[in-house]
C-alpha cells in the first residue's frame, strides 16, 4: 500500500505527530536547502520497541538496556523517522531546527542542522534497509523537494557525509543509486 505525503507549514500529513522537545528556530531567513539522511536502532541492532521515539522525547527508560544509560543524557531529534515497515513519525516541524547532525559541514556551510531536514531509518550500517523503507523515503524525500525547492538532488547527503570520520551512517548498507533512481534523479 502506497501512502501519499503532502507538507503544508513544516507538517508532513500522513506522518505520525509525535513531537520532540528537541529542536529550536532556525535562524532568521534562513532556506532549507539539504536534506541528511541517518540510521537509527535502539537497542544497537534491534528494531521495534518504541524506543527511538522515547529517545527523540527524553522518555528513554534507562533500566530496560545497559547501552540506555549511556546516552541517556543525549538531547537530540531528527524530522522524521522511518520505520522498519514504513511508518512514518514526524518529531520536529520541518520548518523548526531539528537536532540530528550535531558538528557538521555542507557545501562550506557549518551547522547543516541551521538548513537541512534529517531523516531516521530505522536500521544500522550493516543491514540492508527494506524495500518499504525506499519506497517511502522516496516519496517523502518528494513531498520535500516539492515544499523546500532548493532540495535538489545533489544536496541530499548521509550524516557520515556531512560529518565524516564522527558519524557512518546511514552506512555502506544503505543504496544510494536505487534512492537515486526511485526519486528519478538517476546519476
Given amino acids: 500500500m502506497k501512502q501519499k505525503f503532502s507538507i503544508d507549514s513544516g507538517v508532513v500529513y500522513g506522518a505520525l505527530q509525535v513531537p520532540s522537545p ?3 528556530d532556525r535562524p532568521e531567513s534562513e532556506t532549507v536547502s539539504l536534506l541528511v539522511l ?7 541492532g534491534q ?16 533500566d530496560e538496556h545497559p ?5 541517556q543524557d543525549l538531547q537530540v531529534s531528527a524530522h522524521l523517522l ?3 515497515d514504513g511508518a512514518v513519525t514526524q518529531f520536529v516541524n520541518l520548518n523548526a ?14 551547522q547543516c542542522n541551521d538548513f537541512s531536514i534529517g531523516i531516521e531509518l530505522e536500521g544500522t550500517d550493516d543491514q540492508p534497509f527494506t524495500d518499504t523503507q525506499y519506497a517511502v523515503l522516496a516519496e517523502l524525500t518528494q513531498a520535500i ?6 532540495v535538489m538532488s545533489d544536496r541530499i547527503a548521509g550524516h557520515s557525509d556531512i560529518a565524516p570520520g564522527r558519524k557512518t551512517d546511514p552506512g555502506p548498507c544503505f543504496d544510494w543509486q536505487r534512492f537515486r533512481n526511485e526519486i528519478g534523479q538517476e546519476q
Fill in 67 to 71: 547501552y540506555f544509560a549511556e546516552i
Fill in 97 to 110: 531546527r531539528a537536532w540530528h547532525a550535531g558538528l557538521s559541514q555542507f557545501d562550506g556551510r557549518e
Fill in 82 to 84: 522511518i520505520a522498519r
Fill in 47 to 62: 528494531f521495534g520497541g518504541g524506543y527511538v521515539e522515547r529517545f527523540f522525547q527524553n522518555q528513554l527508560p534507562v
Fill in 145 to 150: 523537494q516539492l515544499a523546500y525547492p532548493a
Fill in 38 to 44: 541517518h540510521n537509527i536502532s535502539l537497542p544497537p
Fill in 22 to 24: 528537541n529542536f529550536n
